[in-house]
């Protein structure tokens, strides 16, 4: 993981706590900012609530990419997605977190911690950002994830 | 698989064509009523446009289900949640489907084919079909990924 000087922000429901954990401190220990926007304890809560302040964050500028946890990745992933500048890929292995670069230029990792293992997490976060977008034939198609009447 | 009286609808790019065939003919089989939006053929299209497709068929009451494809089913997934309506869980197995239903009450399943085989794909879209949306907190969940906002 090459260290970029914009943060990468992290979120997460109850479930996944302790792989974002995990998660955030490869990032600090390969040199990236990050900042966690929670949850961080046990307590039952809204996954949505947390793709919300991710998307936020990117979408203000304060971070350059996004991390999602939750127990499937699938909630948290619908929620971010609902942000028009937002491209929240849900993965489950390195080969899907680098084809969501290549080919879908995506800006949020999701990642389900009741379904993959840390390890594999973690070479998926690796692949999300050591991958650019491929660019060409990708580009008309990712423009098209912005529609007019998906504009916030 | 039990017959529903609503339709499935599908959709896929040209990565998808293939396996979309295959859970169109497993839906037939099991009495499920289907309308295929195509694409069917090898050309290379966007996947953006058969996403808008499949979800404007469940908006307007036409169908119940749908299920998209593309290579990864990551850029067909981000378009077709830019629909506030629309919850569509990209799953990679049974299991993460059937928790799609439990949790998210998804309404649109999104397959890669070129990440998995056609006869998890197909345990998938059982599982899919078959689990009921499990209410009580996820209630809650599932209508916070509806903000005011967000609605077309």
Same sequence: chains 1, 2.
């Avoid at 046990?42 to 996004?66: H, I, K, M, Q």
């Amino acid at each position: 993981m090459t260290p970029q000087d914009t943060p990468v922000a992290l979120g997460s429901d109850h479930a996944g706590v302790a792989l974002k954990a995990t998660l955030r401190a490869a990032l600090e220990e390969a040199g990236h900012p990050t900042f966690d926007m929670g949850t961080n304890g046990p307590e039952s809560v809204d996954y949505p609530d947390f793709a919300d302040a991710v998307a936020n964050s990117l979408l203000d500028g304060t971070a350059r990419f996004g991390v999602l946890v939750c127990g499937t990745g699938i909630g948290i992933s619908i929620a971010a997605n609902r942000h028009a500048g937002i491209r929240c890929a849900l993965v489950h292995d390195a080969t899907t977190a680098r084809l969501s670069r290549e080919h879908n230029d995506a800006n949020v990792l999701a990642l389900g911690a009741r379904v993959i293992g840390p390890e594999v997490a973690l070479d998926a976060l690796r692949a999300f950002l050591n991958t650019p977008f491929g660019g060409g034939r990708h580009e008309r198609r990712v423009r098209k994830l912005t529609p007019e009447w998906s504009l916030r």
